[in-house]
């Protein structure tokens, strides 16, 4: 399966105290400096994956640990994956059209929020390519689909550990997993009918 994530997230989230940690619980601020250590580049290829571009996915892992930051005396140990995977999810449901508008007026750039001047390599544009193609993909999935696909294909989750995370059955993380799946089938079979170079029919005039 292709990398639709890219390069790592530009940005860190601001410091633990930064966050509202000042008065949290004792070990709060140590809980949350690990928690954003390990579950960063999550975070960030999540709502890149989940349909967000570069740029907004930078500002929207400060929204989502904001977020976790205010709810972690609450939320459970070793929950902190799913609260970030779901928290990324409404956020990047929130931006949607945010995101339409600047794709509409945006271009085709080459790189996307690539700032270093260095020239571009063959093997940097296929990645680039790699990655626009995935997107437009997994774009043509409803969120609720997509947000399956992704942990299962792309994250490696269990179908168990999806439904923990979703707070979903079963059932229903089967359901959406196959119906995620043939519609992403189909969307490749239809970008490969429009991008199949077409044989030109020579013939008797």
């Given at each position: 399966?292709?990398?639709?994530?890219?390069?790592?997230?530009?940005?860190?989230?601001?410091?633990?105290?930064?966050?509202g940690?000042g008065?949290?619980?004792?070990?709060?601020?140590?809980?949350?400096?690990?928690?954003v250590?390990?579950?960063?580049?999550?975070?960030?290829?999540?709502?890149?994956?989940?349909?967000?571009?570069?740029?907004?996915?930078?500002?929207?892992?400060?929204?989502?640990?904001?977020?976790?930051?205010?709810?972690?005396?609450?939320?459970e140990?070793?929950?902190?994956?799913?609260?970030?995977?779901?928290?990324a999810l409404?956020?990047?449901?929130?931006?949607?059209?945010?995101?339409?508008?600047?794709r509409?007026?945006?271009?085709?750039?080459?790189?996307?929020?690539?700032?270093?001047?260095?020239?571009?390599?063959?093997?940097?544009?296929?990645?680039?390519?790699?990655?626009?193609?995935?997107?437009?993909?997994?774009?043509?999935?409803?969120?609720?689909l997509?947000?399956?696909?992704?942990?299962?294909?792309?994250?490696?989750?269990?179908?168990?550990?999806?439904?923990?995370?979703?707070?979903?059955?079963?059932?229903?993380?089967?359901?959406r997993l196959?119906?995620?799946?043939?519609?992403?089938?189909?969307?490749?079979?239809?970008?490969?009918?429009?991008?199949?170079?077409?044989?030109?029919?020579?013939?008797?005039?």
């Amino acid at each position: 399966m292709m990398a639709a994530d890219g390069p790592p997230p530009r940005s860190t989230p601001a410091p633990a105290s930064a966050l509202g940690c000042g008065t949290r619980a004792p070990g709060g601020e140590t809980r949350l400096r690990a928690v954003v250590r390990d579950h960063l580049d999550f975070t960030w290829r999540s709502l890149r994956r989940l349909g967000l571009p570069p740029d907004l996915a930078d500002d929207a892992v400060q929204r989502v640990f904001l977020v976790l930051s205010s709810k972690l005396d609450i939320i459970e140990p070793g929950r902190e994956r799913a609260f970030l995977f779901n928290t990324a999810l409404r956020v990047a449901s929130s931006e949607k059209r945010t995101f339409a508008r600047r794709r509409e007026t945006g271009g085709d750039d080459l790189i996307d929020g690539l700032a270093d001047p260095q020239p571009v390599t063959d093997e940097q544009l296929d990645r680039h390519r790699a990655r626009r193609v995935l997107e437009g993909l997994l774009g043509e999935l409803d969120m609720d689909l997509r947000a399956v696909f992704v942990l299962f294909e792309l994250e490696g989750f269990s179908t168990s550990e999806i439904a923990a995370t979703l707070d979903l059955p079963m059932g229903t993380v089967s359901s959406r997993l196959r119906r995620a799946r043939d519609e992403f089938q189909a969307a490749t079979k239809r970008y490969h009918a429009r991008t199949r170079p077409r044989v030109a029919h020579g013939g008797k005039r």
